[in-house]
């Protein structure tokens, strides 16, 4: 097995609303904002190369929107999936496997793109099979009022159309063991209904993509839960939680979401679980 930071882009999102309740004189030390309240983000994605399958996790905003709509994320830089990809040698079409998260716009929508003439849509990986899970699918079809602007039909329905689409299953606590996909699952409702957390047993370590159960390393506190988040009392719990098996068992924590932080690992402190290394994910990766 060999896995590969893959960047989708990089954006910018208002700092209070990736903090909620926390003030912004506690969270600038670790996320500093510009003169319009803006921190850095990014959309960093993972490739799993495992035997004849090319496993990518996430896959960020795409470009098939609006210049309005990417206005309001101010996106900089020039990283691409594509681009990213192609540093590694792999193009889309090699993609065995899409696993998605969750469906919020900045996690699948590099999945689909407009078709030829821009009629309509269709899969950005053809060859891929689609991962959700049915609980969470349904959450995104029938959009709650709060998180219907973050699920965007166009990103969500062309992957069930086009017959690529396949549900994982769904455990009866919180960790689903040795998925369709190889790795083991951690199921988190707090930002949104059964977001997916996935465990990858690599060389030894355990590698967590953390998507926006920890967005960047400044979220570590347990009160610090993003204002998108739909049950932040259940986040609280949730993060609890897993930081502590986290610290516990030593493992590597791979951040979406964190432009500056690639991985990082935690340990126990008489504050609570908090940061203990910052690594590159090209020194745990090779």
Same mark, same amino acid.
């Given at each position: ?5 893959i ?12 903090f909620?309740?926390?003030p ?9 904002? !510009? ?5 850095? +983000?990014?959309?960093?994605c993972?490739?799993i190369?495992d ?12 470009? $098939?929107?609006?210049?309005? %709509?990417?206005?309001y994320?101010?996106?900089?830089? !020039? ?7 192609? $540093?590694?040698g792999?193009?889309k079409? &090699? ?7 969750? @469906? ?5 929508g590099?999945?689909?793109e ?15 099979t %689609? ?9 995104a079809?029938q959009?709650?009022?709060?998180e ?17 689409l ?10 689903l063991k ?7 699952i %951690?199921?988190? !409702?707090?930002?949104?209904d ?18 926006? +159960? +920890?967005?960047t390393?400044? #979220?570590?506190? @347990?009160?610090?839960?993003?204002g998108? &988040? ?11 939680? %897993? @930081?502590?098996?986290a610290?516990?068992?030593a ?8 432009? #500056?932080?690639?991985?990082i690992?935690?340990k ?7 940061l ?6 090209? !020194?745990?990766?090779?």
């Amino acid at each position: 097995m060999t896995l590969y930071p893959i960047n989708a882009g990089n954006f910018k999102l208002d700092g209070g609303a990736m903090f909620g309740v926390v003030p912004r004189t506690l969270w600038q030390r670790t996320n500093p904002a !510009d003169a319009n309240n803006m921190i850095d +983000l990014t959309a960093r994605c993972l490739l799993i190369e495992d035997g004849n399958r090319l496993i990518l996790i996430d896959n960020g905003m795409g470009n $098939k929107q609006s210049e309005k %709509f990417f206005g309001y994320y101010h996106l900089w830089g !020039d990283a691409s999936l594509e681009s990213s990809l192609k $540093k590694y040698g792999f193009h889309k079409d &090699d993609i065995t496997d899409v696993f998605l998260t969750h @469906l919020h716009f900045d996690h699948c929508g590099g999945g689909i793109e407009w078709n030829k003439d821009k009629t309509g849509y269709q899969p950005a990986f053809k060859n891929a099979t %689609f991962w959700s899970n049915k609980e969470h699918w349904q959450w995104a079809t029938q959009p709650n009022r709060r998180e219907r602007a973050s699920f965007l039909k166009e990103n969500i329905l062309p992957m069930e159309e086009s017959g690529q689409l396949k549900f994982t299953a769904i455990p009866n606590n919180a960790i689903l063991k040795n998925s369709e996909l190889g790795f083991d699952i %951690f199921f988190a !409702d707090g930002h949104t209904d059964k977001q997916m957390i996935p465990m990858i047993n690599y060389k030894g370590k355990t590698i967590c993509f953390m998507a926006d +159960l +920890l967005p960047t390393a400044g #979220h570590l506190p @347990l009160p610090y839960v993003m204002g998108y &988040d739909t049950r932040p009392l259940l986040t609280l719990d949730e993060k609890e939680k %897993f @930081l502590n098996l986290a610290a516990e068992n030593a493992y590597y924590l791979f951040l979406e979401h964190d432009a #500056h932080n690639e991985i990082i690992t935690v340990k126990k402190t008489e504050k609570g679980v908090r940061l203990k290394d910052i690594h590159s994910a090209q !020194d745990i990766f090779n």
